[in-house]
């Protein structure tokens, strides 16, 4: 197990690529921290963690405000000494047509899905700072290079890759890396909200001929996380069975 003794917190940890990204770090010795708004889903995590013989921690958290994420840092610390990863999954969307955006839809992605990634990495950065080591992967997206419909959120997810490059130059002599991932389509529960007819479009779209699986996004996750992945930051790595190839 390559995470034995390691320590990762996981935002929006309860449910989908979240929660399967804990049980694959949590399958390669790591103990695990789930932070998620939805207490009870985090608490599900953890006890299915747990029963796989895992230490795990849940708590329920607001990454849109600072002084939940030092909360959740300190957690990390206060239950199992350290903090090494630091998964930023944690994610919303409030879709809407530029001209019929209202100023909450906005404001909201904001907050959780850029000043949320911000939030939990300079109080982890601080920590890993101390251990000179760490492990920050952050979640952007495909809708970066733009969407319909999505000018919040895209705008968001292309700030998430601007901030990996920055913080990446900066924290690299303290053994920390920065990277990003941009999933393409994902059978997660945000996106199964979407009509069948525009799921079977968007499906038929990808090369690869299916929609991803939270699986194919915690591998990633996992690998970055590693202490072999040393060499890599700054990066985004774009998980979307081709989808934007050609764009």
């Known amino acids: 197990m390559e995470l034995q003794g390691q320590v990762a917190l996981v935002t929006g940890g ?3 690529i979240g ?43 607001d990454v849109s405000k600072q002084g939940e994420a030092e909360r959740i840092v300190e957690l990390a610390v206060r239950e199992f000494g350290r903090l090494d990863i630091l998964i930023n999954n944690a994610g919303i969307t409030r879709d809407s047509s530029l ?3 209202e100023p909450h839809q906005w404001d909201q992605v904001i907050a959780v899905n ?6 939990c990495a300079q109080a982890a950065a601080r ?10 992967v952050s979640a952007s997206s495909i809708s970066a290079f733009g969407n319909f419909g999505q000018t919040n959120y895209a705008a968001t997810k292309a700030g998430v890759v601007g901030m990996t490059k920055s913080m990446a130059i900066e924290l690299a002599h303290y053994g920390i890396t920065v990277n990003a991932i941009a999933p393409g389509f994902i059978q997660t ?46 990066q985004l790595f774009v998980i979307d069975g081709g989808r934007t190839l050609g764009r």
């Open 14 to 16: 309860g449910q989908g």
């Open 19 to 61: 929660a399967e990204t804990a049980r694959q770090l949590a399958a390669q010795g790591a103990k695990i921290v789930v932070a998620d708004w939805n207490e009870e889903t985090a608490a599900q995590c953890v006890e299915e963690l747990r029963g796989a013989g895992g230490e795990a921690v849940a708590t329920k958290a």
């Open 99 to 101: 001209l019929k955006m």
């Open 114 to 119: 850029l000043s949320g990634v911000y939030y």
């Open 127 to 136: 920590q890993m700072r101390e251990q000179q080591y760490g492990r920050i």
């Open 189 to 234: 529960a945000m996106t199964s909200a979407i009509p069948n007819e525009m799921r079977e479009a968007t499906v038929a779209a990808i090369p690869v001929g299916r929609a991803g699986d939270p699986n194919d996004i915690a591998r990633v996750y996992v690998f970055l996380s590693l202490p072999e992945s040393s060499f890599i930051t700054g």
